[in-house]
Antibody, heavy 117, light 106 residues
Framework: QVQLVQSGAEVKKPGASVKVSCKAS????????ISWVRQAPGQGLEWMGW????????NYAQKLQGRVTMTTDTSTSTAYMELRSLRSDDTAVYYC??????????WGQGTLVTVSS | SYELTQPPSVSVSPGQTASITCSGD??????ACWYQQKPGQSPVLVIY???KRPSGIPERFSGSNSGNTATLTISGTQAMDEADYYC?????????FGTGTKVTVL
C-alpha cells in the first residue's frame, strides 16, 4: 500500500532553517509529483509548492518564493522540503502529499515544526 | 490572488443530507477537489475532478461544480463524517484551498 512517512518534530529558533523529509513506498516514486502543505495551529490548509519526482521541476507558492526549496532523491524515494529564515508564523504541521493529477490521494502523517526563541 | 470561500460551519442531523459550498470566480471552469480532515489526522481526499470518488470513499459522498460554486454533498450523514472539509482548486499555476467548513453531526 502507498505510504508517505515523514521525519519527526522539530524545534527551531527564528532565523534558522528546517528540512523535512518524506519517504515514499508502495508505488513508483518517479510516476507522481509531491506537494507540500502546511497547517498553522487551529488554521486551515496552505499549499506550499510542488515538485515532480520524475524530473525535479518545481512550482512554489508565491508567498514562499526565495525561502523554500523542494528536492527529491529518487535512489531512496524521498522528497525533502527546506524552509529558511524561519519566523514564528512558520510554526505549523507540515504535510507531504502524493499528487495524482492535481488531487492529493495519499498524505504523510505530518511533521510539527515549532519556531520559538 | 484567487480565493475560495466556504461557510465556517454546517450542522446536520444523523441520516440527513449535508451540503457544503465552495465559491470562487468561475470555479466551474476548473476542477475542484474535496478533503476531509478529522482532529489530529492528515487530510483525506474524498472527491476529485469535481465529482469522482477515490476507492474506499463511501457512496454517500458526492460532488458537483458549476458556475462559481462547487458543492460537496454527504447523504445519510453519519457521526463518523463529523470533520473539517476543505475544497481545493488550481488557478494560475497555484493550488488554492478553501477556508474550510466544520461539519457537526448533532
Amino acid at each position: 500500500q502507498v505510504q508517505l512517512v515523514q521525519s519527526g518534530a522539530e524545534v527551531k529558533k527564528p532565523g534558522a532553517s528546517v528540512k523535512v523529509s518524506c519517504k515514499a513506498s508502495g508505488y513508483t516514486f518517479t510516476s507522481y509529483g509531491i506537494s507540500w502543505v502546511r497547517q498553522a495551529p487551529g488554521q486551515g490548509l496552505e499549499w506550499m509548492g510542488w515538485i515532480s519526482a520524475y524530473n525535479g521541476n518545481t512550482n512554489y507558492a508565491q508567498k514562499l518564493q526565495g525561502r523554500v526549496t523542494m528536492t527529491t532523491d529518487t535512489s531512496t524515494s524521498t522528497a525533502y522540503m527546506e524552509l529558511r529564515s524561519l519566523r514564528s508564523d512558520d510554526t505549523a504541521v507540515y504535510y507531504c502529499a502524493r499528487d495524482s493529477g492535481g488531487a492529493w490521494d495519499n498524505w504523510g502523517q505530518g511533521t510539527l515544526v515549532t519556531v520559538s526563541s | 490572488s484567487y480565493e475560495l470561500t466556504q461557510p465556517p460551519s454546517v450542522s446536520v442531523s444523523p441520516g440527513q443530507t449535508a451540503s457544503i459550498t465552495c465559491s470562487g470566480d468561475k470555479l466551474g471552469d476548473k476542477y475542484a477537489c474535496w478533503y476531509q480532515q478529522k482532529p489530529g489526522q492528515s487530510p483525506v481526499l474524498v472527491i476529485y475532478q469535481d465529482s469522482k470518488r477515490p476507492s474506499g470513499i463511501p457512496e454517500r459522498f458526492s460532488g458537483s461544480n458549476s458556475g462559481n460554486t462547487a458543492t460537496l454533498t454527504i447523504s445519510g450523514t453519519q457521526a463518523m463524517d463529523e470533520a473539517d472539509y476543505y475544497c481545493q482548486a488550481w488557478d494560475s499555476s497555484s493550488f488554492v484551498f478553501g477556508t474550510g467548513t466544520k461539519v457537526t453531526v448533532l
